[in-house]
């Protein structure tokens, strides 16, 4: 019964791939986030949707791309995968002003 | 645009101690709060918020914060601390129009027997 999941938890790719991180939430909330933790522990928004349509779009490399099948899922796919994307990536969900937080992925590339 | 500041990056405290992480922000209207645990290698969990009304709000594992606006703090408080409190601990703001979150770099809290 977990409300919000991602998969997988732990990815280690090479420079250059392609990957994709899921995250579904059960808690029937309207709006998607996808957080970046970096190695200093520092979290920053790079996304988020509305009932499937893009309301924030942070500064982040047209490489990152995510998509919303439905409003249940949000997922984020990554090209051209570098070093600098190692990090957590933390998917939340939200009906109005409180967010919760799936479990992160950790995305290591080499 | 909006920001938080977290003073303190690691404090350490002795179990069964009282614990205080400070937390200030920077918002132009009135700012919804929030305080979120991070346990290692695991999600953030929401401990408490602050929208209005009573300026000292209780929360989960019985944290406390009293936001001030005078100080442009929301700081948080533990009367006694467990080891199990060893986390991260991140203070955030959001605005009332998109609930976009902005957070702060975080206190490591270690506690030690």
């Known amino acids: 019964d977990t409300a919000v999941s991602q998969t997988p938890k732990y990815l280690v790719t090479q420079m250059g791939n392609d990957k994709s991180i ?46 919303s099948p439905d409003k249940a899922h949000l997922n984020l ?27 992160g992925t950790r995305l290591t590339v080499l | 645009a909006q920001s938080v500041t977290q ?25 919804y709060l929030f305080w979120y645990v991070q346990s290692p290698g695991q999600g953030l969990q929401l401990l408490l918020k602050y929208f209005s009304g009573d300026t000292l709000v209780q929360g ?3 944290f406390e914060a009293e936001f ?8 948080l408080r533990k009367p006694s601390v467990h080891w199990s409190d060893a986390a991260e601990y991140f203070c955030a703001v959001a605005g009332s ?3 976009k979150l902005s957070f702060g770099a975080g206190t490591t809290v270690t506690v030690r027997a």
């Not at chain 1, 579904?24 to 957080?35: I, K, R, S």
């Not at chain 1, 928004?45 to 791309?65: A, C, D, G, Q």
């Not at chain 2, 005078?70 to 700081?75: E, G, K, V």
């Open chain 2, 7 to 31: 003073p303190d990056i690691h404090i350490t405290v002795s179990e069964g101690a009282s614990l205080e992480l400070r937390c200030n922000y920077s918002y132009g209207a009135t700012p």
């Open chain 1, 77 to 103: 796919h990554i090209n051209s995968l570098e070093l600098g994307d190692s990090a957590v990536y933390f998917c939340a969900s939200s009906h109005g002003d409180t967010q919760y937080f799936g479990p």
């Open chain 2, 97 to 99: 129009n998109d609930y």
């Open chain 1, 22 to 67: 899921k995250c579904e939430q059960n808690l029937g909330h309207d709006t998607m986030y996808w957080y970046k933790q970096d190695s200093k522990k520092f979290l920053k928004i790079m996304f988020s949707y509305n009932n499937k349509e893009l309301i924030i779009n942070e500064t982040v490399p047209n490489r990152f791309s995510p998509k």
């Open chain 2, 68 to 75: 001030k606006r005078s100080q442009s703090s929301f700081n």
């Open chain 2, 60 to 62: 989960i594992k019985g």
